[in-house]
């Protein structure tokens, strides 16, 4: 079980408090509609896409495209880190990329649909390099009729 | 990446996301986050465990509701330790002998590589596009001859590492991740292999290969390995 960085192995924990996080101001939380209404789109920064799309590069802020009905035995991971565990992805995408979690929840009745389309950026992007490609995805969100987005990192 | 709950949630989408580090979160102030204490690589907790996967996810979701932010929930869950088996070794004698390959070494894990592709109905291998053989060809090459383009060589190198510990998970007493992990590091010749080409990739004169060895090669927990002789 990993607490605070002040409770890992000195190792890792240096190396995350080297990476450099970004402040910005406070971005006001918006309201919506209940849960059971929405239409929710999953947004991982694992580096995921299907097997042949163009693998992500150092500095690449830009996103894959993630179709909802994508088996898993189509889906890559090329993120550039070394630096986390990829064996739990090998077993089951899920723990990475809860797209089947997502439908349940649909099923259940708890949110109210899922997107067509799902998306995965690299998350070693410097943030500068990400903000026009998620503009750009935020219109096309629209387009696809999200209300919100469930955004899982690695 | 909490970055992207600033940029989305501006141009009008709610977010809500997983933290795996807080303490990043707490600098970067997304609009909310529901923070988890998983392993790196594992937001939502425990591989084939639906119903754990499923109360993180109904967690997060339930953030959406919420207009108080930025905030950040704590997950209550934890995940137990592994077990830590001392004294587990590899059940699969790999056999490296003075004149043993990467090659070869490649081609005995083929079958149990097989065998766990069966198990699953997957494989994370791939993104390089090469086979294995090709892929180690890559790699040997990077050793004994010019370096590959840095971006060929991280993507052949990244699926032969998905290659050895898929085929681990399908050994007969196949122990637990963090064991394979040690296995491919402590007694193959593809570690042996990633660990004497990272000083030829620092000294390139190449910047994308610089990056490749000193960052992106090997991970932070067995850089010590670099330092003996």
């Given at each position: ?38 239409r929710?789109v ?25 179709p909802a009905e ?43 649909s899922m997107a067509s389309v799902h ?25 696809d009729g999200v ?8 | ?229």
């Amino acid at each position: 079980m990993v607490k605070r960085l002040s409770d890992m192995p000195e190792v890792e924990a240096s190396h995350l408090r080297r990476i450099e996080c970004p402040t910005y101001e406070d971005t006001p939380a918006l309201a919506g509609k209940p849960l059971r209404e929405r239409r929710i789109v999953l947004i991982s920064t694992a580096g995921l896409h299907k097997r042949g799309d163009r693998a992500f590069r150092p500095g690449d802020g830009s996103y894959r495209v993630i179709p909802a009905e994508t088996p898993a035995r189509d889906l890559v991971m090329s993120h550039i880190s070394v630096n986390f565990d990829r064996t739990g992805f090998q077993q089951d995408h899920n723990v990475v990329f809860p797209i089947d979690r997502l439908r349940e929840l649909v099923a259940e009745g708890v949110v109210g649909s899922m997107a067509s389309v799902h998306y995965s950026f690299m998350g070693a992007f410097p943030p500068a390099a990400a903000e026009p490609h998620a503009q750009h995805l935020a219109g096309l969100l629209k387009q696809d009729g999200v209300d919100a987005a469930l955004l899982v990192p690695v | 990446m909490g970055a992207l709950g600033h940029f989305l949630e501006r141009q009008g989408i709610p977010t809500a996301g997983i933290s795996l580090v807080r303490e990043h979160t707490e600098t970067i102030r997304p609009p909310r986050a529901l923070w988890v204490t998983f392993e790196l690589g594992r937001p939502l907790g425990i591989p084939d465990d639906a119903d754990f996967q499923r109360r993180v996810l109904r967690a997060a979701a339930a953030l959406l509701e919420r207009t108080d932010g930025p905030l950040i929930a704590d997950y209550p869950e934890d995940v137990a330790e592994e077990a830590d088996f001392t004294g587990w070794a590899c059940p699969i004698n790999l056999a490296p002998t003075s004149v043993d390959t990467l090659a070869a070494e490649i081609e005995r894990l083929a079958t149990w590589h097989d065998r766990a592709v069966a198990a699953s109905g997957r494989t994370t291998t791939g993104v390089s596009g090469l086979d294995m053989p090709a892929a180690g060809h890559l790699l040997v090459q990077a050793l004994e001859g010019e370096l590959p383009p840095a971006q060929a060589l991280k993507e052949a190198v990244d699926d032969l590492r998905a290659y050895y510990l898929e085929a681990a998970s399908a050994f007969p007493d196949a122990g637990t991740p963090a064991m394979r992990k040690a296995w491919l590091w402590d007694e193959t010749l593809f570690g042996k292999a990633l660990l004497a080409v990272q000083p030829r990739l620092v000294a390139s004169t190449d910047p994308q290969h610089r990056i490749l060895g000193n960052l992106t090669l090997i991970p932070a927990t067995e850089r010590y390995r670099l330092t003996k002789g």
